[in-house]
């Protein structure tokens, strides 16, 4: 696979998070932002979804919420926003699980020849 073909399919990939990222300042009410991520996750897999997909955001979910209490337990983060737990957004594991997604699939993309 020719190197521009890699960066095109990582871009492509990575639109849903930037448009998730991007929607952040503007949609102030956490619930409607999660709704919005939730759409967007939905989208992007019926656009396209690999075998097993859904175990890496489900890894990506979980494990970031027990990360991110961690890290506000113990004062290394603080949030303004806090609609999950009174801790954290709501919308952020949502953020964090389709990461886990796209992370894994621009691996897959990275080792292709």
């Known amino acids: 696979m020719k190197l521009i073909e890699k960066i095109n399919l990582i871009f492509f990939n990575l639109i849903p998070i930037l448009l998730m990222i991007v929607l952040i300042p503007f949609i102030k009410n956490d619930y409607i932002l999660t709704l919005a991520y939730i759409l967007i996750i939905l989208v992007s897999f019926i656009v396209k979804?690999?075998?097993?997909?859904?175990?890496?955001?489900l890894f990506g979910f979980i494990g970031m919420i027990v990360s991110e209490y961690l890290f506000i337990s113990t004062g290394v983060e603080t949030f303004n926003r806090n609609s999950l737990f009174g801790l954290m957004p709501l919308w952020l594991p949502f953020l964090w699980g389709y990461a886990f997604v796209v992370m894994k699939r621009v691996i897959v993309v990275l080792d292709k020849e």
């Open 49 to 57: 979804y690999n075998k097993k997909e859904y175990l890496f955001f």
